[in-house]
């Protein structure tokens, strides 16, 4: 699907995505990296923990946050299938993530570059760099196939 090689967050961040699929959960992977080394790895999980918070990003930098035993990960980076949504756009924010790189867009639900577009407000404590559309064709087959398939 795409042209040239994914990078290996991507390719970890889809993996996840692939795993909560299998678990019945909206495909959606992420990974945390702090210093070129993955740290955290997470995919949707609210219908598992009954936990309407359980999204990939939040799992990923509660994770990420543990391990490095502090609440601000300035030196990290996330990885995401798809465009965060406000209440994990919020986390990245409060977490002070210093890149986002994500897969698909989400014109309905996204906060980055659609909606609210949180990092562009200026109330907005911390404003990560963002990339979008690494592995876009990737994340977006999965999530539409997920969907089709529940139809």
């Known amino acids: ?3 040239w090689p994914l990078p290996e967050p ?3 961040a889809l993996e ?6 299998r678990q019945g959960e909206v495909p959606i992977g992420a990974v945390v990296v ?8 997470a995919h949707n999980r609210p ?3 009954t936990d ?6 939040i799992l990923a930098i509660r994770a990420a946050a543990a391990r490095l035993g502090q609440e601000r990960l300035e030196e990290c980076d996330l990885w995401v ?13 409060h977490a002070r993530i210093a890149r986002v790189y994500y897969a698909a867009p989400d014109p309905k639900g996204g906060a980055v570059e659609h909606g609210a577009r949180l990092f562009d407000q200026p109330t ?26 529940r139809r």
């Open 81 to 93: 299938t798809l465009e965060p949504c406000p209440m994990c756009a919020g986390a990245i924010t």
């Open 52 to 57: 309407p918070t359980a999204h990939a990003e």
């Open 10 to 12: 991507m390719k970890l």
């Open 124 to 149: 907005c404590l911390h404003r990560p760099e963002v990339y979008g559309g690494l592995g876009e064709a990737e994340a977006a087959a999965l999530l539409r196939g997920f969907f089709r398939a």
């Open 47 to 49: 219908r598992a923990l």
């Open 16 to 21: 996840q995505a692939q795993e909560a699929a």
């Open 34 to 41: 702090h210093r070129g080394a993955v740290i955290a790895a």
């Open 1 to 3: 699907m795409t042209r």
